[in-house]
């Protein structure tokens, strides 16, 4: 069975650093895109960013470049999304998907990790 | 950048009523658009794919049309488990997707 399993949910306090996960299983890891999605408390999915496990090939959206950042560990076919010094808006639930090339939509989805930022 | 555009925000519906959504794309997307239910604290489900598609184990009161910029989630008869958010998604530039702003089904 294909699964997408997340890190737990995260308090954290503005300027903390944060690492959260999405390990893959039942299916070649290094195959598919893995990507991160946003949603703000009561607002719309926002697409964040991808990686290719194959090759670590990184793509952000433009309004996330250089916010977190996107990785992989082949070896322990897991990914994360990074931040270096969190902010009260990046209050939100994150979930990863996977997807191969040439896909056109997003049929496997996280369970969802919910990061809250507060002082 | 293509802009998905949904409405109407919210459509108050009851049980056994037909809905109609619809999904606005501000240049051509082809046939590339997929559309999501989401439910409170849930990941989001895929319903559709390629605009018509039926994702594995959807049922077949939810249809859906359109190609170019102009797209229709149909939902034939409300169950009660359909009242939810629904979401339009493209695929942007490779390997990016872009995501509409939603559709608010609830009970009237």
């Known amino acids: 069975e294909v699964q997408l399993v997340q890190s737990g949910a995260e308090v954290k306090k503005p300027g903390e650093s944060l690492k959260i996960s999405c390990e893959g299983s039942?299916?070649?890891?290094?195959?598919?895109?893995i990507g991160w999605v946003r949603q703000m408390p009561g607002k719309a999915l926002e697409w964040m960013g991808s990686?290719?496990?194959?090759?670590?090939?990184?793509k952000y959206n433009p309004s996330f470049e250089g916010q977190v950042t996107i990785s992989a560990d082949r070896s322990i076919t897991t990914a994360y999304l990074q931040w270096n010094s969190l902010k009260a808006s990046d209050t939100a639930m994150y979930y990863c998907?996977?997807?191969?090339?040439?896909?056109?939509?997003?049929?496997?989805w996280g369970q969802g990790t919910l990061v809250a930022v507060s002082s | 950048e293509i802009v998905l555009t949904q409405s109407p925000v919210t459509l108050s519906l009851s049980p056994g009523e037909r809905a109609t959504l619809s999904c606005r794309a501000s240049q051509s997307v082809s046939s590339y658009l997929a559309w999501y239910q989401q439910k409170p604290g849930q990941a989001p489900r895929l319903l559709i794919y390629d605009a018509f598609n039926r994702a594995t184990g959807i049922p077949a009161r939810f249809s859906a049309s359109g190609s170019g910029t102009d797209f229709t989630l149909t939902i034939s008869s409300l169950e009660p488990e359909d009242f939810a958010v629904y979401y339009c998604?493209?695929?942007?530039?490779?390997?990016?997707?872009?995501f509409g702003p939603g559709t608010r089904v609830d009970l009237k």
């Open positions: 998604q493209q695929r942007s530039k490779w390997p990016s997707f872009t």
């Open positions: 039942g299916y070649s890891f290094t195959n598919y895109w």
């Open positions: 998907t996977i997807y191969y090339y040439g896909s056109t939509s997003l049929d496997l």
């Open positions: 990686i290719y496990p194959g090759d670590s090939n990184t």
